[in-house]
């Protein structure tokens, strides 16, 4: 077993997190695809394959227990994080990711068809602008914008009775928003130092 693979697996179960067998080599495929891609393609700012195991494997999976089954929108997806790894992880969620930089998409595009993710959509759009055949029932982002912005941005493309589950760092607690009620969540994501927060909005 790989240092990476024992370093997910152990980061999952510590968060009661199964993984099956081609699950386990989907991510890490994902992982070595970022770090062979990302000079080309300027995905993160992390380089260290281990770095890269903990801050977007370990990290997206951390918000798995708030993804509910439908169709769900992952805004200014940049590699995929957390929409690939939601799409990965749960066949019964169809996965659209949306950026509107045109390379980025394409790597994610290249993950799709190595990976075998048929879950999976990719979308070169600007969210302002983006108008799908259906409404989504859930909308994520990890560094997207502000809660505000990103409402005003997305609010035309959630569908009736569906959620917000935004992932935030240290300024959780700052992000206010006009008439929406904001449940906060601390993510306790095993290997990560940094405080990880998940915002929950119903509208």
Not at 51 to 80: C, M, R, T, W, Y
Not at 96 to 108: E, H, I, N, P, Y
Request: proline content about 2%; aromatic content about 6%.
């Amino acid at each position: 077993m790989s240092e990476e693979q024992a370093l997910l697996c152990e980061g999952a179960k510590l968060m009661g997190v199964s993984l099956t067998e081609k699950q386990t080599q989907q991510l890490l495929d994902y992982c070595a695809l970022i770090q062979k891609w990302n000079k080309t393609y300027n995905l993160s700012a992390i380089r260290d394959p281990l770095e890269s195991v903990k801050k977007h494997l370990i990290d997206s999976l951390s918000i798995l227990p708030f993804i509910n089954k439908g169709q769900l929108l992952d805004v200014g997806a940049g590699a995929g994080l957390p929409g690939i790894v939601i799409a990965i992880m749960r066949d019964d969620v169809s996965v659209t990711v949306l950026d509107s930089v045109g390379k980025k998409c394409r790597f994610m595009q290249m993950v799709k068809t190595e990976l075998g993710l048929s879950n999976l959509s990719v979308v070169n759009a600007r969210v302002e602008s983006f108008a799908p055949a259906f409404l989504f029932s859930q909308i994520t982002s990890r560094a997207f914008a502000e809660v505000d912005k990103t409402l005003n941005l997305t609010r035309h493309l959630l569908a009736q009775g569906g959620s917000y589950v935004l992932m935030k760092g240290d300024h959780a607690d700052e992000e206010r928003a006009v008439d929406v009620k904001i449940t906060a969540h601390n993510l306790n994501v095993p290997f990560v130092s940094d405080r990880r927060s998940l915002l929950e909005i119903k509208l």
